[in-house]
């Protein structure tokens, strides 16, 4: 007879159904990454999704697909692929992604054994590495953790199923052809239940802390490990790109930026070493579009060739900007499929972007940083020296049209497609407007307020049918508009009044969360605006006819800095989970050389700061002391002492002579398990004994006892913590005999 009763253990169909079960799930957790890569691959996300839960319900439908259909899977899954690459030669990364999901699909529905496990983990591996280079979300960390534990009890399960089958006979796998197998039959109920038996709880919480100081021991790992420059998304930025879902592009049709500002999702976060500069209306500028269509606006195609020569790859784009003392530094997250025009509030001398180089350019007439496509992740930049203000000046960026500066012919002013009867319109609204020649701010002041007379701002706008250009229609009617209208009519008014203009989109304001202290502009921010060319300080002024804005290019940081940041605070609980966003993206995504080096002085102060403190705590303590011992002893101090030290020594007393045997009498009636706990102790005494492998008088004595407690009835049991405790000194004098023997042994050699 054993001395423990041994926990009962998974028979070899029961870990065939937890190794399903752990698959079914593997895959889901795999196949849910393309949630964070732009991969037109839902279809089967969904097939996988929808499989796993009718499969892991009935295990047995597996066997019922037929055997052509196995055989020509290969062949369908090869094809497939061969006319997806040829579809997507530029972008090869998305077939590979596909072919992995149909291999996935095919690994759900069909009976897998070792091998298909093993494959199963290394193509969920694969795509969990693509997504963790295409995606920098919080979530996606999350997801990896729950993927490696999944994939580690996975391992094991499989490496259980192994062992237990390599230990059955030829007869125990014997199985008639067609046969489903028996844990294909059994209730997931009763493998619950099963699992709740045999799991050591007690190894599980222990297995889960290691597995958590595994992971906390990568996190400082990570923290101190030096940064090196392995290319930017390790090539794979290269084989799949990502289209903008905003809709800021070189051609915008009225009703675009309307569909952005539906969308509430984040843009861009923006963090400023200095609060006290912060402008009071911040204007984000992204893109300027300065040729006009019937219907729309979209950037010429001289604009288009200037920005695209500008490009090049490069680490770093200089400004034109003076860097000045004191000069804030401003770190912008823009999030993917936001555009491949850089946010920026206007001048600067130096962009510097996070995570290696990039493909960008500036156009320094138009102050605009190009990529030279969509990221495909998060993209983080730092700017120096940024100036921002209602104007810009001219840059001639040739030293010949500096030359002819002052003879240059104004531009920007060109309609084309207009009709005549349209160019009438335009003609006497501009009449009617009135404003001195030569002076732009005085004809904006007065076409946005003529625009606000005739119109109201609306997200919701009907232009009616007719003939002519839409613009037009609108102008002349009294509908309400959105801000693409007022910019787009403002740009027809200026040039017909011999003004050239053009239109700029981006952002406008944000919200400010004070608990991660940065600005978060969402897509709904998006906006139109435009701006006026002033010959006769050569500036472009900014110009807002929308209404509710500034209309002119008047100063808008009369309130600005802390006071500007109060106004707009957001601290609802969508910025409390934001926030932890933010952390990810300042600790982790854009953890450099210099965030480490930052770090290690940080802690390093506050640990001497945390030394002096506990030094000074210590010094102070020990002269209270010292003031305390010489102060007089009465018989009330030395009567409280006295309680103080003989109360604990009391219930230490009480502890060992009653307290110990009334605890495990008391664990013994309520014991929840198996085994009563006064056995499984005489058990553990027992077995002590066994090991020593030597008899005297006392131990056999209290081997009798043990055997009464572990075997015993109840009602003849002798005390159990005296015969423990006289177990422990007889074993004590046992060993001490031994070793004396020991050393007269070698004494008498």
Same mark, same amino acid.
């Given at each position: 007879?054993?001395?423990?009763?041994?926990?009962?253990?998974?028979?070899?169909?029961?870990?065939?159904?937890?190794?399903?079960?752990?698959?079914?799930?593997?895959?889901?957790?795999?196949?849910?990454?393309?949630?964070?890569?732009?991969?037109?691959?839902?279809?089967?996300?969904?097939?996988?999704?929808?499989?796993?839960?009718?499969?892991?319900?009935?295990?047995?439908?597996?066997?019922?697909?037929?055997?052509?259909?196995?055989?020509?899977?290969?062949?369908?899954?090869?094809?497939?692929?061969?006319?997806?690459?040829?579809?997507?030669?530029?972008?090869?990364?998305?077939?590979?992604?596909?072919?992995?999901?149909?291999?996935?699909?095919?690994?759900?529905?069909?009976?897998?054994?070792?091998?298909?496990?093993?494959?199963?983990?290394?193509?969920?591996?694969?795509?969990?590495?693509?997504?963790?280079?295409?995606?920098?979300?919080?979530?996606?960390?999350?997801?990896?953790?729950?993927?490696?534990?999944?994939?580690?009890?996975?391992?094991?399960?499989?490496?259980?199923?192994?062992?237990?089958?390599?230990?059955?006979?030829?007869?125990?796998?014997?199985?008639?052809?067609?046969?489903?197998?028996?844990?294909?039959?059994?209730?997931?109920?009763?493998?619950?239940?099963?699992?709740?038996?045999?799991?050591?709880?007690?190894?599980?919480?222990?297995?889960?802390?290691?597995?958590?100081?595994?992971?906390?021991?990568?996190?400082?790992?990570?923290?101190?490990?030096?940064?090196?420059?392995?290319?930017?998304?390790?090539?794979?930025?290269?084989?799949?790109?990502?289209?903008?879902?905003?809709?800021?592009?070189?051609?915008?049709?009225?009703?675009?930026?309307?569909?952005?500002?539906?969308?509430?999702?984040?843009?861009?976060?923006?963090?400023?070493?200095?609060?006290?500069?912060?402008?009071?209306?911040?204007?984000?500028?992204?893109?300027?579009?300065?040729?006009?269509?019937?219907?729309?606006?979209?950037?010429?195609?001289?604009?288009?060739?200037?920005?695209?020569?500008?490009?090049?790859?490069?680490?770093?784009?200089?400004?034109?900007?003076?860097?000045?003392?004191?000069?804030?530094?401003?770190?912008?997250?823009?999030?993917?499929?936001?555009?491949?025009?850089?946010?920026?509030?206007?001048?600067?001398?130096?962009?510097?972007?996070?995570?290696?180089?990039?493909?960008?350019?500036?156009?320094?007439?138009?102050?605009?940083?190009?990529?030279?496509?969509?990221?495909?992740?998060?993209?983080?930049?730092?700017?120096?020296?940024?100036?921002?203000?209602?104007?810009?000046?001219?840059?001639?960026?040739?030293?010949?049209?500096?030359?002819?500066?002052?003879?240059?012919?104004?531009?920007?002013?060109?309609?084309?497609?207009?009709?005549?009867?349209?160019?009438?319109?335009?003609?006497?609204?501009?009449?009617?407007?009135?404003?001195?020649?030569?002076?732009?701010?005085?004809?904006?002041?007065?076409?946005?307020?003529?625009?606000?007379?005739?119109?109201?701002?609306?997200?919701?706008?009907?232009?009616?049918?007719?003939?002519?250009?839409?613009?037009?229609?609108?102008?002349?009617?009294?509908?309400?508009?959105?801000?693409?209208?007022?910019?787009?009519?403002?740009?027809?008014?200026?040039?017909?009044?011999?003004?050239?203009?053009?239109?700029?989109?981006?952002?406008?304001?944000?919200?400010?969360?004070?608990?991660?202290?940065?600005?978060?502009?969402?897509?709904?921010?998006?906006?139109?605006?435009?701006?006026?060319?002033?010959?006769?300080?050569?500036?472009?002024?900014?110009?807002?006819?929308?209404?509710?804005?500034?209309?002119?290019?008047?100063?808008?940081?009369?309130?600005?800095?802390?006071?500007?940041?109060?106004?707009?605070?957001?601290?609802?609980?969508?910025?409390?989970?934001?926030?932890?966003?933010?952390?990810?993206?300042?600790?982790?995504?854009?953890?450099?050389?210099?965030?480490?080096?930052?770090?290690?002085? %940080?802690?390093?102060? /506050?640990?001497?700061? @945390?030394? !002096? #403190? &506990?030094?000074?705590?210590?010094?102070? $303590?020990?002269?209270?002391?010292?003031?305390?011992?010489?102060?007089?002893?009465?018989?009330?101090?030395?009567?409280?002492?006295?309680?103080?030290?003989?109360?604990?020594?009391?219930?230490?007393?009480?502890?060992?002579?009653?307290?110990?045997?009334?605890?495990?009498?008391?664990?013994?009636?309520?014991?929840?398990?198996?085994?009563?706990?006064?056995?499984?102790?005489?058990?553990?005494?027992?077995?002590?004994?066994?090991?020593?492998?030597?008899?005297?008088?006392?131990?056999?004595?209290?081997?009798?006892?043990?055997?009464?407690?572990?075997?015993?009835?109840?009602?003849?049991?002798?005390?159990?913590?005296?015969?423990?405790?006289? %177990?422990?000194?007889? /074993?004590?004098?046992? @060993?001490? !005999? #031994? &070793?004396?023997?020991?050393?007269?042994? $070698?004494?008498?050699?």
């Amino acid at each position: 007879m054993s001395m423990e009763s041994k926990r009962p253990q998974l028979n070899l169909a029961e870990l065939h159904q937890l190794k399903w079960l752990l698959g079914g799930v593997l895959a889901v957790l795999s196949a849910w990454t393309i949630f964070y890569m732009e991969v037109a691959a839902w279809t089967w996300l969904i097939m996988i999704t929808v499989a796993v839960p009718v499969v892991l319900a009935k295990p047995e439908l597996t066997t019922r697909v037929p055997r052509w259909a196995h055989r020509l899977a290969f062949p369908l899954l090869v094809g497939g692929f061969v006319v997806d690459l040829a579809l997507h030669l530029k972008e090869p990364l998305i077939p590979v992604i596909r072919l992995t999901l149909m291999l996935i699909f095919y690994r759900v529905i069909t009976p897998r054994q070792r091998r298909d496990d093993l494959q199963l983990i290394l193509l969920g591996l694969f795509l969990v590495v693509v997504g963790g280079v295409m995606s920098v979300s919080i979530l996606f960390a999350a997801q990896i953790v729950v993927f490696t534990a999944c994939a580690l009890v996975f391992l094991l399960v499989i490496t259980l199923t192994d062992a237990m089958e390599q230990g059955l006979t030829v007869d125990d796998e014997a199985k008639r052809p067609g046969e489903v197998p028996a844990w294909m039959r059994m209730k997931w109920g009763r493998l619950a239940e099963r699992l709740r038996q045999c799991v050591d709880w007690r190894v599980a919480v222990f297995g889960g802390l290691l597995f958590g100081g595994v992971v906390v021991l990568s996190a400082v790992l990570f923290m101190a490990i030096p940064r090196f420059e392995l290319g930017n998304s390790l090539f794979l930025d290269r084989m799949i790109s990502r289209k903008a879902k905003t809709g800021f592009s070189e051609n915008i049709q009225f009703g675009d930026v309307v569909d952005i500002q539906r969308d509430t999702s984040v843009a861009l976060r923006v963090e400023v070493s200095d609060h006290a500069t912060f402008p009071a209306l911040p204007y984000w500028r992204m893109l300027v579009l300065d040729e006009y269509k019937a219907g729309g606006l979209r950037m010429s195609a001289v604009l288009r060739r200037s920005l695209d020569a500008t490009t090049k790859n490069a680490g770093q784009i200089q400004g034109d900007k003076r860097l000045w003392a004191g000069a804030p530094i401003w770190t912008f997250y823009l999030e993917a499929g936001t555009s491949r025009f850089l946010p920026l509030l206007g001048e600067f001398n130096q962009l510097t972007f996070d995570g290696g180089s990039q493909d960008a350019g500036l156009e320094h007439g138009l102050r605009v940083v190009t990529l030279g496509k969509e990221p495909v992740k998060m993209l983080a930049y730092r700017v120096e020296g940024m100036a921002f203000g209602p104007a810009l000046k001219t840059i001639d960026t040739d030293e010949e049209a500096a030359k002819k500066r002052d003879n240059r012919k104004p531009t920007l002013l060109d309609l084309p497609g207009l009709l005549a009867d349209d160019q009438q319109k335009l003609g006497a609204w501009v009449a009617e407007i009135g404003a001195p020649p030569d002076s732009p701010s005085e004809f904006a002041r007065r076409a946005c307020a003529w625009l606000k007379q005739r119109h109201v701002y609306s997200l919701q706008s009907a232009i009616r049918s007719g003939t002519g250009d839409t613009l037009v229609r609108w102008i002349g009617s009294k509908e309400p508009g959105h801000c693409e209208l007022f910019a787009g009519a403002f740009l027809l008014l200026a040039r017909t009044a011999g003004y050239p203009t053009r239109v700029v989109l981006g952002f406008k304001g944000g919200s400010w969360n004070p608990h991660s202290e940065n600005l978060t502009i969402r897509n709904s921010d998006a906006h139109a605006w435009c701006e006026i060319f002033d010959r006769t300080s050569d500036t472009w002024v900014r110009v807002d006819p929308t209404p509710g804005s500034v209309p002119m290019g008047e100063a808008t940081n009369a309130v600005h800095g802390e006071a500007a940041l109060t106004r707009i605070q957001d601290d609802g609980w969508s910025a409390r989970f934001e926030s932890l966003q933010m952390f990810w993206y300042r600790r982790i995504v854009s953890f450099d050389q210099q965030s480490q080096l930052k770090l290690a002085d %940080t802690t390093k102060k /506050l640990v001497d700061g @945390r030394m !002096r #403190s &506990l030094k000074k705590m210590l010094r102070e $303590r020990l002269v209270s002391l010292k003031r305390w011992l010489k102060e007089p002893w009465d018989v009330r101090r030395i009567s409280w002492w006295t309680v103080l030290v003989l109360l604990p020594a009391g219930l230490l007393v009480g502890w060992r002579v009653q307290g110990r045997s009334a605890w495990l009498r008391w664990r013994s009636r309520h014991s929840r398990s198996g085994i009563d706990p006064v056995r499984r102790e005489a058990g553990r005494w027992l077995q002590k004994i066994q090991t020593e492998g030597a008899w005297s008088l006392e131990l056999a004595v209290v081997r009798a006892e043990l055997e009464r407690l572990r075997y015993g009835a109840r009602h003849v049991w002798p005390e159990p913590v005296a015969v423990f405790s006289r %177990t422990k000194r007889a /074993l004590a004098i046992l @060993r001490r !005999r #031994s &070793l004396t023997f020991v050393k007269e042994s $070698r004494r008498n050699k």
